[in-house]
């Protein structure tokens, strides 16, 4: 099976609850990002973005939360559910580079 | 339906052997991109490509080579000379930049 996700950070919620999974820029030129899910043994799928200019935006159950002050990142997934398990990674788009910086990720785990 | 296919899903290459692995997308996306992907590690950029006829290095260039001769068409020949080819490989496109990379499903390569 897929062995990405091994020895990453693990957050163990219980379904219906809320999840915050976080996650450290590098890059204070950075004004673009991205929260992505990976399931076991495929590609990464977009969740929610968010531009340097705003400090938080909200989709479907998810919010996304910028500090720009201390480079931090957060992704919120309210009422967690059981196919919400997978890795979650954030990736940052340096200002004026069609570059994108990932960040190592978070196992979700939902405990039904 | 829209998006990026990754061919094959799993491949194995012999000591002295090039292997190519094909990406494809509908998306009419400009930009393209390859990425390695180990475990517990961040995505690592190989090689991207901004526009047609026309590629750059990312961070781990080295023992891989691209062609971007299509819009559509990004593959990737990883060498002999890729000492620890082993790895999931990832397939991006975008739009451009500060826009979401959409992924393919990936391609595994492990050694005979």
């Known amino acids: 099976g897929e062995s990405v996700g091994l020895h990453l950070p693990t957050l163990s919620v219980q379904e219906g609850d809320n999840s915050i999974i976080n996650c450290a820029y590098s890059?204070?030129?950075?004004?673009?990002f991205i929260w992505y899910k990976q399931e076991s043994g495929k590609g990464p799928q977009f969740i929610i973005d968010?531009?340097?200019?705003?400090d938080k935006r909200q989709g479907q159950r998810v919010t996304v939360l910028l500090n720009k002050t201390v480079k931090h990142l957060s992704l919120q997934i309210a009422a967690t559910q059981p196919g919400d398990s997978a890795v979650y990674f954030c990736a940052e788009n340096p200002s004026g580079t069609y570059k994108y910086i990932f960040g190592t990720g978070t196992r979700l785990k939902v405990l039904a | 339906d829209g998006g990026i296919t990754q061919s094959p899903k799993y491949l194995f290459r012999k000591e002295g052997q090039n292997v190519t692995l094909s990406c494809e997308q509908n998306?009419?996306?400009?930009?393209m991109y390859w990425y390695r992907q180990d475990p517990g590690q961040g995505l690592r950029l190989i090689y991207y490509?901004?526009?047609?006829?026309?590629?750059q290095k990312g961070d781990i260039a080295e023992g891989y080579s691209v062609s971007r001769e299509k819009k559509e068409s990004f593959p990737l020949t990883v060498t002999s000379a890729q000492k620890n080819p082993t790895a999931f490989y990832l397939c991006?496109?975008?739009?451009?930049?500060?826009?979401?990379?959409?992924f393919g499903d990936g391609t595994r390569l492990s050694i005979l």
């Open positions: 890059n204070s030129a950075s004004d673009y």
């Open positions: 490509s901004q526009i047609v006829n026309d590629f």
């Open positions: 968010i531009r340097s200019n705003m």
């Open positions: 998306l009419n996306h400009d930009a």
């Open positions: 991006a496109s975008s739009s451009g930049a500060l826009r979401p990379q959409h």
